[in-house]
Each structure stands twice: as C-alpha cells, then as structure tokens.
C-alpha cells in the first residue's frame, strides 16, 4: 500500500513534474553532444534515437502503473527492496546516486566553461561554487519552489529546441537562409547513405543514445512529493514520454536534413549553425546561454534526485547498514542531511581540480 504519511510535502503540480523530467532529459548532452552520436552511425542515429525511444516508452509505463500504485520516495529503489530484496533495493539506489553525482560534477565543471564564454580571465571555480551554491539554496526551501525553477528552467530548453525544429524545417520545404532553395531531403541518403557507420556505427550509437534519455526516470523520484500523485503521476509519464521523443527525434531530424552528417561537430555545435543559417549573428551567444541553463538545470535536477534517494535510504536502515540514519530532515519538508553531504561531494572535486575531475566522471 502507498505511504499514509511522509515527512515530505506534497507540493508539486502536473505541470512540475513533467518539466522536471524533461529538463533532467533533455541537457547539455542534446545541444553539444549531438555530433559525437552522428560521427558513429550518420544519419542513422535518427533510427536509434527512436527505438531508444521506445524502449525507455514501455519502460516507463510499467513504472507508471508502479507509481500509481506506490507513490513513495524512491520509487524503484524501494520496489527493488520490497519485491526483490534489500540487497538490490541497497545496490539500486547507491548506483543511481553515485551516477547522478558523477552528472552533476560534470554538470558543475561544464557551467565554468561556458562562463568563460563571456568572461574568459574568471576562474572556473567561481561560478562553479556560486551554481552550486544557487541550486543547493533551491533544494532546501520549500519543494514548491524548487520545481518552480525547473520549470522554468527546461521552458527555456524547449522553447530554444521548438524554435530550432521550426526554423528547421522553414530551410528544409522553403530554403530559409539557402536563398529560397529548398534543401529537401538529400542529405539522409547521401554521403554514405543512411546507414554510414555500418551496422557497428548504429549499434555504438545506439548504446550512447540510450545514455541521453537518463533523467526521464525523475518521474518516479517526485512520487512522494507530487500532489494528488495518481492523477499527476498518470498524466506525467504519459505526456512527458511523447514530448521527450518529439523533441529529441524532431532536433536530430532537423540537423542530419540541413547539413551533410560527416561536417556536423567540425564547425560547432549543430544548434549554433542551424540558427546561424538564417542570419542569427548571435548565435553563438544564444546556444551558450541555453547550454548554461542546461547544465544548471541537470545539477539542480542531479542533487534533487541523489537528496531523495539518500532519504529514502535512510528510512530503511537495513539498507545501509545504519549509514544513512542521521540524513532524513529535521523538518518536515526538507531533506537537508542528504542535500549537505550531496553539495559537498559536487563542490569538493571541482575545487580540488576541475578538469581532472570531469574527465573522471565522464570516464565512469
């Protein structure tokens, strides 16, 4: 049976949550690591994107009808201790922590480059400490706010990626920014054909995209925390699986159509090129703003989902050993042991040494 009681608040709306998911989703990995998915498989990367697409589809309606049943904290680190064993409820919940704190240290180093866009004497650190410092502040006021700001900031993110599709599609049917030549549809099919890279190329690819859909699973972790959670829930997952496979495959769509795949990654992010197509000098400017809220919004995301998860750890000690008993909130509402411990583990590398740090996240 679900949770009478919880020490967290039920604080989040429909709208919350499904921008939660899609702004955990959709980061900084879509907007500058599009290219390194192309150079594998070429334009069959659209091919993997949608059957990543629909694996992660079936995979999040069984969780749907889990949530719905269960709406608690942790949602699929419990099932796993309840209707397995402790044992994998245990191993299941710290791989999905350590895995988002290897995010969010990326996370953090990614937001001092792109500082350095505009202010390149800065050191790294300095917006380093003041996104953690912002996104921690974010965590531990009510949950409200919190998926407040998400929101807003994965509005940011999707307006940016539906403004692309549509400034897309003008180059492709009507020539926007070609001189009115209609591009059409011959880079699909030239330069090596659809399947370039080989059924080796897609299978790679495919591999690496399946890593891109990693945040959609922030459903289940905002189930003890959503108002009304069997409508919300069902409403969430269903919504936000077929925005997330619109916009993911509508942006790849877009990208392999204008340019030739085997120049995408050479000249910049395909972002920035699609909109300086049309005469945007700014570009550059733009797409590394978005990227910048990207990153921010999956370090927020990132210590919200390890803050939960620790909390949920620690209201089963078995799982632990006892490890986790001084982490559940003081007040209700708040999770401030986990998010503690959480901020120090994302801040500490980056001050250490943030370049190294990075690569060894982005290694594991």
């Known amino acids: 049976m679900a949770e009478k009681k919880t020490e967290l608040q039920r604080g989040l709306e429909a709208r919350h949550i499904e921008l939660i998911a899609l702004g955990g989703t959709i980061g900084v990995g879509l907007f500058m690591g599009a290219a390194s998915t192309l150079k594998w498989a070429g334009p069959s990367v659209l091919l993997a994107y949608i059957i990543a697409g629909l694996f992660v589809f079936f995979i999040m309606r069984s969780m749907g009808e889990m949530l719905f049943l269960e709406p608690v904290t942790g949602s699929f680190a419990v099932y796993a201790h309840r209707y397995m064993s402790p044992f994998f409820g245990y191993l299941t919940a710290w791989s999905y922590w350590f895995m988002w704190m290897a995010v969010g240290i990326s996370e953090i180093t990614a937001i001092g480059v792109y500082v350095q866009f505009w202010f390149p004497e800065m050191a790294q650190w300095i917006p380093a400490l003041i996104a953690v410092g912002l996104v921690a502040l974010a965590n531990l006021a009510a949950v409200r706010l919190y998926g407040e700001i998400e929101f807003w900031f994965a509005m940011i993110k999707v307006t940016t990626i539906i403004v692309m599709i549509i400034i897309g599609l003008g180059v492709i049917f009507f020539g926007f920014g070609n001189g009115g030549q209609a591009i059409g549809f011959g880079n699909l099919t030239g330069h090596g054909g659809f399947f370039a890279g080989g059924w080796k190329g897609f299978l790679t690819a495919l591999c690496i995209v399946v890593a891109s859909y990693q945040g959609v699973e922030l459903i289940g972790i905002t189930a003890g925390e959503a108002k009304n959670p069997q409508v919300t829930l069902r409403s969430a997952v269903g ?45 550059a400017g733009i797409i590394n703003f978005v990227v910048l809220t990207a990153a921010l919004s999956g370090c927020n995301s990132g210590m919200y989902s390890c803050g939960r998860m620790l909390y949920a750890l620690a209201k089963k000690p078995s799982t632990t050993g006892g490890s986790c008993k001084s982490l559940p909130p003081r007040r209700p509402g708040r999770g401030r042991g986990a998010l503690y411990f959480d901020f120090a583990g994302r801040f500490l590398p980056e001050l250490h040494h943030p370049q190294s740090a990075a690569r060894f996240c982005l290694r594991l």
């Open 239 to 283: 919504n936000v699986l077929w925005r997330i496979l619109i916009f993911y495959v509508g942006a790849i769509f877009v990208i392999v159509t204008i340019f030739p795949w085997n120049e995408i990654g050479s000249n910049g992010s395909p972002f920035v090129l699609t909109f300086a197509k049309i005469g945007i000098t700014a570009a």
